[in-house]
């Protein structure tokens, strides 16, 4: 009799315990809400018109001194153009085609500083007598002028010299020397602190 009671109770503990757990697992598990621990930044504070002001006075600063070191820099450049050297072939007052070049990057220069005024001095290496080597000299420079001049720059600006051979900047004899030494100078004789640069 115990255990045909068993055998009918059976079942139906098996169904409760099914039930049971057919609940556990449709029940959804309380979850505390877990407190939020990131931190939000504040909003950046907006600049005030003193730094405001301020970024813009070293911004102004700034660029002034910029167009200041470049106009410097291109004034230096222009005086450097009006000082080069231009070179001769051996007993030669025709101008090359660097010489050419070089007088031509000085035009537009004297143009915008008609208070520059230049002084021209002509050299000859050592070949030729002194007298000859004067006289060539004083070619070359000559030459140089009348180049300038028939691009716009008065020749009243522009004073000639020749120290013929007595002037080298290159010693000793052969090609090298000799062809550093047939030459034409310049020298800003005035107009020289207030030069202004050419309007492009």
Request: glycine content about 6%; overall charge positive.
């Amino acid at each position: 009799m115990t255990s045909s009671r068993f055998v009918r109770l059976a079942p139906a503990a098996v169904s409760l315990l099914s039930i049971v757990a057919l609940g556990a697992c449709r029940k959804k598990p309380q979850t505390t809400p877990s407190a939020d621990t990131t931190t939000v930044a504040p909003p950046p504070a907006a600049p005030n018109a003193d730094s405001i002001a301020r970024a813009r006075e070293a911004f102004v600063r700034d660029s002034i001194a910029r167009a200041n070191a470049a106009n410097a820099a291109a004034l230096e450049r222009a005086r450097a153009a009006l000082a080069a050297t231009v070179y001769f072939d051996f007993d030669s007052s025709d101008l090359r085609e660097d010489s050419r070049a070089s007088l031509d990057a000085r035009v537009p220069i004297l143009r915008a500083n008609p208070g520059v005024r230049l002084l021209v001095a002509g050299h000859t290496d050592e070949r030729g007598s002194t007298e000859y080597n004067l006289a060539l000299g004083q070619r070359r420079a000559a030459t140089v002028r009348r180049y300038l001049a028939d691009r716009g720059v008065a020749e009243a600006r522009i004073e000639i010299v020749s120290f013929g051979e007595e002037r080298p900047v290159a010693s000793g004899g052969g090609e090298s020397a000799w062809a550093q030494n047939r030459r034409a100078e310049f020298e800003i004789t005035a107009g020289a602190e207030n030069l202004q640069l050419p309007r492009p």
